[in-house]
T-cell receptor, first 112, second 115 residues
Framework: DTEVTQTPKHLVMGMTNKKSLKCEQH?????MYWYKQKAKKPPELMFV???????INESVPSRFSPECPNSSLLNLHLHALQPEDSALYLC???????????FGPGTRLLVL | AQTVTQSQPEMSVQEAETVTLSCTYD???????LFWYKQPPSRQMILVIR??????QNATENRFSVNFQKAAKSFSLKISDSQLGDAAMYFC????????????FGEGTQLTVNP
């Protein structure tokens, strides 16, 4: 089973809202990732968690705040986003940080 | 730094025919992995095939196979007996197996399958 789940599938939020994206995997993977993807472009890495510790932060604005409550869950807290943050947000996981990444279906975010 | 180049932004193929998508890469590492991911209109990123650099044998997954030329730093994907469901954006990606490395994607090739 190589399933990564993400909720919600779609999210519309205003620039003053606070919302969270959730990602879950039950494959025993110890590395989890957040990517941002604009239409017709490859995914851009945002954050990496390895063994529940933040391993990589690709200089992402502080209005994006990741959290890894346990080895199966990864959240992305959103606050005061800008319209240019509208994108597909993909979560992925791998056995460890050197492993093959498996992606979730993504959350389509629209910021108005 | 490592780079991945997909020189074909768009390709098309007739149903049941064979198509080859090109990918070249550059890395100074000797231990790395190469991947092809498929992203259909649903935008789910699906792993198609994986190749370990130390393996000389080309990877195969059903109708999908790769031509891995390590010296030339080339990693092309061949899709045989193309099906309508193969229509998608295909991304070539490179990863080297040390802590702190990142998956580097090419710009993608949009594949259309014509009935």
């Amino acid at each position: 089973d190589t399933e990564v789940t993400q909720t919600p599938k779609h999210l519309v939020m205003g620039m003053t809202n606070k919302k969270s994206l959730k990602c879950e995997q039950h494959m025993g993977h110890r590395a989890m990732y957040w990517y941002k993807q604009k239409a017709k472009k490859p995914p851009e890495l945002m954050f990496v968690y390895s063994y529940e510790k933040l391993s990589i932060n690709e200089s992402v604005p502080s209005r994006f705040s990741p959290e890894c409550p346990n080895s199966s869950l990864l959240n992305l807290h959103l606050h005061a986003l800008q319209p240019e943050d509208s994108a597909l947000y993909l979560c992925a996981s791998s056995q460890d940080q050197g492993g093959t990444q498996y992606f979730g279906p993504g959350t389509r975010l629209l910021v108005l | 730094a490592q780079t991945v180049t997909q020189s074909q932004p768009e390709m098309s193929v007739q149903e049941a025919e064979t198509v080859t998508l090109s990918c070249t890469y550059d890395t100074s590492e000797s231990d790395y992995y190469l991947f092809w991911y498929k992203q259909p209109p649903s935008r789910q990123m699906i792993l198609v095939i994986r190749q370990e650099a130390y393996k000389q044998q080309n990877a195969t997954e059903n109708r999908f196979s790769v031509n891995f030329q390590k010296a030339a730093k080339s990693f092309s994907l061949k899709i045989s007996d193309s099906q309508l469901g193969d229509a998608a954006m295909y991304f070539c990606a490179l990863y080297w197996s040390i802590r702190g490395s990142r998956l580097t994607f090419g710009e993608g090739t949009q594949l259309t399958v014509n009935p």
